[in-house]
């Protein structure tokens, strides 16, 4: 978790978001349980760096400057992005309580894929975040899943996803996060080849015939 994390910001009057941009600072909102919103707003290398970090998931500490003598323990709610250059344009923040249960997205992650894969078939993803309910202190970084025994056909559904003490899984248990399936382009060769069978037999039941286009074009003699 990356709680040891710290971002400091400011106050900022709500609006203007294209401005500030220009001006080299990111909008954000603060919001939580019995604070309302606090618009603020962080310099793009204070944010770079804290991003670089690793604080796009977990918790982090946050200061204000006209404000806090210390840190609030908050968390990333929303990243948006430009559409063509990913540019973060806006972010918000929640602040947690500590002694209460909130629900977040956890990335699930693979061991084992070398020897799943080996030679015989590709992973097709379905599901590649699952949603959990826990203490703000025991947000995992990840869900790990040991793949290594699957064969062609086998999938991996939510409920075969293992989960930290004091972590409770909400994404339904019978979606499929993950299948073993044969790789496509085997399936494209074979398809081709089909097709090539399909066109020589077509040529062979309907040979050219020559004579007759030739005498259709030549004229009689007067």
């Known amino acids: 978790m990356s709680e040891d994390i710290v971002l400091t910001a400011s106050l900022r009057d709500p609006g203007y978001p294209r401005r500030l941009r220009q001006q080299g600072y990111i909008p954000m909102v603060l919001y939580g349980r019995d604070l309302g919103n606090l618009h603020l707003q962080v310099s793009e290398s204070e944010l770079e760096r804290v991003m670089t970090l690793g604080a796009q998931r977990g918790l982090l500490q946050l200061r ?15 990243i948006q ?35 799943a894969t080996a030679g015989i078939g590709v992973l097709q993803h379905e599901v590649r975040e699952l949603e959990v ?23 991996i559904t939510v409920a075969d996803v293992p ?10 248990p019978t979606d499929i996060v993950v299948t073993l399936v044969q790789p496509r382009m085997e399936e494209e060769e074979e398809d081709e080849e089909e097709e090539e069978i399909d066109l020589d037999e077509d040529m062979a039941r309907e040979p050219e015939v020559i004579g007759e286009e030739q005498e ?6 007067a």
């Open 64 to 78: 204000v400057d006209e404000l806090d003598e210390e840190e609030r323990v908050v968390m990333v709610r929303e």
């Open 81 to 115: 992005r430009d559409p063509v250059e990913r540019d973060i344009l806006h972010m918000d923040l929640y602040q947690v309580d500590l002694t209460e249960n909130l629900t977040t997205t956890v990335p699930v992650y693979f061991e084992g894929e070398e020897e």
């Open 133 to 155: 309910e826990c203490l703000p202190v025991n947000i995992p970084d990840y869900l790990l899943v040991d793949i290594s025994h699957l064969t062609l056909g086998d999938s």
């Open 163 to 172: 989960s930290p003490e004091g972590v409770e899984i909400l994404t339904d």
């Open 216 to 221: 259709e074009e030549e004229e009689p003699e």
